[in-house]
């Protein structure tokens, strides 16, 4: 029997060790948004796949969906955002929107934009950037109004753009406000 491949670029947003030498993966992937996928003998030294499978990596994969779930096939390292990050605060910024996702994403439940916007948010936040809080802050926000945590209509029309590049230009003081009101209200109504 001949099972079906998809391969999909994936951010790789959390590792968890299975048996002696297997290890699942939740992939944050383009095209089937988050899932579960275990590979077998990956923590052998002998393992070629092991240094492309680390967290925080973007890499395009080849996944199986078999009868017990996803399977990972081949993988082909693109980046490192934690390791190509320029300094301290650059890689916690990383982790934390790593972190959102982990929190917030459930299921298998596609969404390009998002992974796109996901993607340039990670690319912003891993440089040395003005006013990091307050960028964090942003794309957290627009990530959370993708998912339906936050109305779009409500973040300030100068934020809305589906480029996070641009964000440091529309630093207010009422910008920041608003942007941690939001915050705040979306991680209260959440309940997670």
Partial sequence: MAYETYTT???????????T???SFL???KEAGMLYAD????REERSKQRYALQEFSLLRVSLIKGKRGWKIGSVEAMRNYYHDALDREARGSVVNLHRLLRRFMKGEECDVHLFEYVQSGLEVVAVAVANRQFVEAVV???VLSFLGYV???QIPETLRGSDPIGITEHYTSKNREIISALYTHAIGVSHL
């Fill in 21 to 23: 030498a297997d290890r």
């Fill in 27 to 29: 992939l944050f992937t």
């Fill in 9 to 19: 670029e994936a951010l790789v947003c959390g590792t968890f060790n299975r048996n």
């Fill in 39 to 42: 590979a077998r003998s990956i």
């Fill in 151 to 153: 109305n779009k209509n």
């Fill in 140 to 142: 957290a926000v627009t």
